[in-house]
Nanobody
Framework: QVQLVESGGGLVQAGDSLKLSCVASGRSFSGSTMAWFRQAPGKEREFVAASKWNSGSKTYADSVKRRFILSRDSPDDTMYLQMNNLKLEDTAVYYC?????????????????WGQGTQVTVSS
């Protein structure tokens, strides 16, 4: 059974940093795409960043580019999201997602596996 477990969320002030983790288990993710999405209250789930596991290629949403860094620890199938210079608008539940096959996608509907989410709240 595939499991994605996020951790690392919390309450921080604007300008602070936070690092999220996602531990994947239950199958090999070597050919997969792993991604971070987020969902703020009253809004749709939106793409944050993704990485093709075997090539290491990455892509980011414009809103987080140059502030967020996606990294991975392949042997442990763990993915991280380093979030720097956090802004009020980064407040959301952050979800880890995995897609078995295909290219990197920014569409939530293309991902088969999801974690339970971790809350990130940025205060002024």
């Amino acid at each position: 059974q595939v499991q994605l477990v996020e951790s690392g969320g919390g309450l921080v002030q604007a300008g602070d940093s936070l690092k999220l983790s996602c531990v994947a288990s239950g199958r090999s993710f070597s050919g997969s795409t792993m991604a971070w999405f987020r969902q703020a209250p009253g809004k749709e789930r939106e793409f944050v960043a993704a990485s093709k596991w075997n090539s290491g290629s990455k892509t980011y949403a414009d809103s987080v580019k140059r502030r967020f860094i996606l990294s991975r620890d392949s042997p442990d199938d763990t993915m991280y999201l380093q979030m720097n210079n956090l802004k009020l608008e980064d407040t959301a539940v952050y979800y880890c997602a995995a897609r078995s096959l295909g290219l990197i996608s920014r569409s939530a509907g293309q991902y088969q596996y999801w974690g339970q989410g971790t809350q990130v709240t940025v205060s002024s």
